[in-house]
């Protein structure tokens, strides 16, 4: 995903329950808010799971919430330090740019 910048702030967030209980992590997922071309990147990568993604960007990410998109990084998620992306966004906004510049 060229200018992969243009999709921070994805605005998911994870709920319990639902008919895609299996779905990362034990639940499903509902857009709240979030732009249009962070909606349709999330729904390429959950639609084509065996496809190979690079996000590029010269934009670097000043808060953690913009890297929620970047799902196929594997920072967070089973057999990772953060069982979700909730768990790996505290512990990172915890360290400030400093963490930030860590993870990029």
């Known amino acids: ?3 992969a910048h243009r ?3 994805s605005g998911t967030t994870k709920v319990k329950g639902g008919p895609q209980e299996d779905l990362a992590g034990g639940g499903r997922e509902v857009t709240v808010g979030g732009s249009k071309t962070a909606q349709r990147v999330i729904e390429l990568q959950m639609d084509c799971p065996s496809a190979r993604v690079v996000y590029v ?3 670097g990410a000043c808060a953690p919430r913009h890297l929620e998109f970047m799902r ?3 920072l967070w998620g089973d057999g990772t330090a953060f069982d979700d992306f909730s768990s790996f966004e505290t512990a990172i906004s915890k360290g400030g740019l400093q963490q930030m510049e860590l993870v990029a």
């Open 1 to 3: 995903f060229d200018e």
């Open 7 to 9: 999709c921070k702030n």
């Open 57 to 59: 960007s010269a934009t």
């Open 72 to 74: 196929r990084l594997e």
